[in-house]
Nanobody, 121 residues
């Protein structure tokens, strides 16, 4: 089992920044691909950023809407993954979730409880 706890959400004005954190406990964190998802009201949950492990040189992927504004990173010593969000827009308002997928797995098996991000115009 992997337990994930997000933090760092809140209310921010358009153009502002937030950094989300996701602390993991349980299995060996470094063996997991970590993803950040978000779910806006009335929309499906979507993957917005992903970071792999040392076996790929910590490669990252971003969805087009956040590319260039959001940065995912991880600190294996702290068992934590981060999402730095800059130039936030009202349409970025959503519940943000982190999730973990084992490097040999096909699905994200472990999920955090989510943290609300609200961007005011």
């Amino acid at each position: 089992q992997v337990q994930l706890v997000e933090s760092g959400g809140g209310l921010v004005q358009a153009g502002g920044s937030l950094r989300l954190s996701c602390a993991a406990s349980g299995r060996t964190f470094s063996n997991y691909i970590m993803g950040w998802f978000r779910q806006a009201p009335g929309k499906e949950r979507e993957l917005i950023a992903r970071i792999s492990g040392s076996w790929t040189g910590y490669s990252t992927w971003y969805a087009d809407p956040v590319k260039g504004r959001f940065t995912i990173s991880r600190d294996n010593a702290k068992n934590t993954v981060y999402l730095q969000m800059n130039s936030l827009k009202p349409e970025n308002t959503a519940v943000y979730y982190c999730a973990a997928k084992h490097r040999t797995g096909s699905d994200y098996s472990y999920w955090g409880q989510g943290t609300q991000v609200t961007v005011s115009s």
